[in-house]
Structure formats: C-alpha cells, structure tokens
C-alpha cells in the first residue's frame, strides 16, 4: 500500500471533527481558503487532502442545534495535546447559491440557524461555501502536543515534522454510495435554486 505523509492540518470545531469521524456529517462551510483555479464555477480548497484537527476556539453550543450541543466537552477543551485521528479530502466544493437553498440541507449539517445567519452575515460580499469531504479514519489515532504555532484563528495549520499524519491503513467513515448520495442530493438542491 502506497503511504502518504500529510503535512497540512484544517482546524475545525471539535464537536464537527467528532460528527465527521462518526458519519453524521461530511458537509463543512467555509468563506477563505477557497480558490476557482480550476476555472469559472470550480471551486477548489487550497489544500484538498488535510488532517482534521479538532479546535476548541469558536465553539459554543448554541451555534449547534440542541441535538448536538451536550457534545461538546469543556474539560477536553483545556488539554495541553490533541489527537489526531482522522484524514479528509476535499471532494466537492459548491457556492451556497442562497440561504433558502441551503435551508433545504438541513438534516444534512449540525448548525444552528444562528450559526448559519452569522456565516451568511459574515464578510457578505463574500461567497459562502459548502464543501463535500470525505473522511478517513486513520489506523491509529496521533496525539500531539499544542504547539504555539497551532493556537489562534487560522484555519490551515503547517505541521511541525515531529506531528506529520501517515494515512496508511485508514478508512473512509462512510460508504462509497452514501457519501456519493449526500453529493448528489446537494448538486440536485442547489441547481433548482439557480
């Protein structure tokens, strides 16, 4: 088996990287970090393979949906170290043509509709973004300490050599038709609303 070394991390909410890692999600929203490189209309992430790295920064509960909020766990948030356990890659980027049409995703992500109003709200002259991401358990979880350079808002953190991922031997969270069911029904939703 051929092994890839990951040396890029995307931070994201803990309580998301935990509903990734257990298939309830593989939907994320982003406004930066997104380029259309690939010409008009396709969109593409700056690093399209990345680590997930849980982050505690932002999160609060009710930015989720009541569902979701008792996951996030306060006493894990003041850890000095993080584990590591799961890869994803950028499958699919959409803009979010309007929020009536994301509206109609809703089972499909964990966000209140407040967390949704400030995404929309938020930088308005910017496009809002949903992205498809296929998630990988890895073969074995990798806890790593914070380091300095992995605290604040950014979203892609450059791994310290010592902290690079080893995909080898990891899975993909949900099946192939599952995950290609979730793209579809987005693509369909988001071309009616055109």
Aim: proline residues 6%.
């Amino acid at each position: 088996m051929v092994t890839h070394v990951i040396d890029v991390a995307l931070k994201e909410w803990a309580v998301v990287c935990d509903l990734m890692l257990s298939g309830d999600l593989c939907l994320l929203l982003r406004k930066g970090g997104i380029h259309e490189s690939g010409g008009p209309g396709v969109f593409e992430l700056e690093y399209p393979r990345f680590v997930l790295y849980p982050s505690f920064e932002h999160q609060r509960a009710e930015m989720l949906k009541p569902i979701y909020q008792d996951r996030i766990d306060p006493i894990y948030a003041k850890s000095d170290s993080i584990d590591l356990r799961a890869v994803g890659e950028a499958v699919k980027v959409w803009q979010v043509p309007s929020r009536w049409a994301f509206d109609q995703l809703d089972d499909m992500h964990c966000w209140s509709a407040a967390q949704i109003d400030m995404r929309f709200k938020y930088k308005p002259e910017r496009p809002l973004y949903l992205i498809a991401v296929r998630v990988f358990r890895l073969a074995k979880s990798r806890r790593i300490i914070q380091r300095p350079e992995y605290v604040g808002c950014r979203s892609w953190i450059n791994l310290h050599p010592e902290d690079v991922v080893d995909d080898a031997g990891s899975v993909p969270v949900l099946t192939d038709p599952t995950f290609q069911s979730v793209v579809a029904r987005v693509d369909q939703v988001f071309s009616e609303s055109i």
